[in-house]
């Protein structure tokens, strides 16, 4: 939506609405192609502009799972192959690793975050050195994964995705983010 479902001034909200949209939607055997969508979200990405191998990656957001939608802070490569999910709430609410198998199917190593409180605000923190990966929530450590094979910069992918039909009691659905932080060793 050329950022028209994207909002800033004291926090990121993504919205999600129902209203139809053309765009592009992706074939595996003839690439991209034009369709129409029922809905519209957004996408905020420093894949041009910011990545870093290692580091802190920190986020403040509210925790407010809707399951039609699919709302996460993802770190990633260029070539999307492996994906670390700061967090992910909707259709399953977790943190961990993801990477595309055979077929294309996602397989995920993680936690379950579902016990969290819907509607509080969490911060969610990822360290990462190396291979060793180590996740907290509000500063408390929740996971620690040993990764081979993540030794390239990351980017930061805020998004919502539709994954089922909205009732449209819950619309539209906000993905709010206070602030975005990360940090990476000074190597002087």
Not at 5 to 22: A, D, Y
Not at 94 to 112: A, Y
Not at 117 to 135: A, H, M, N, Q, S
Request: a positive charge; one cysteine or more.
């Amino acid at each position: 939506t050329d950022g028209k479902n994207v909002r800033t001034g004291g926090r990121l909200t993504i919205e999600t609405r129902k209203e139809k949209s053309e765009g592009l939607m992706w074939n595996p055997a003839a690439g991209f192609i034009p369709s129409t969508f029922d809905y519209t979200s957004g996408l905020v990405s420093t894949g041009k502009s910011f990545s870093q191998p290692d580091g802190i990656f920190e986020a403040k957001v509210r925790f407010k799972p809707v399951k039609e939608v699919v709302s996460s802070l993802i770190l990633q490569g260029e070539d999307n192959s492996h994906r670390i999910h700061l967090f992910e709430m909707g259709t399953k609410n977790r943190v961990g690793v993801s990477i595309t198998g055979t077929g294309g199917k996602l397989q995920m190593e993680g936690l379950d975050i579902s016990n969290l409180k819907k509607g509080k605000w969490y911060i969610f923190t990822l360290k990462k050195e190396g291979r060793l990966l180590i996740w907290k929530i509000n500063e408390t450590e929740v996971m620690r994964l040993d990764k081979p094979g993540i030794d390239f910069p990351l980017h930061i992918d805020i998004l919502s995705i539709v994954v089922e039909e909205i009732p449209g009691s819950k619309l539209p659905v906000r993905f709010e983010t206070e602030w975005v932080k990360c940090y990476r060793k000074n190597l002087d």
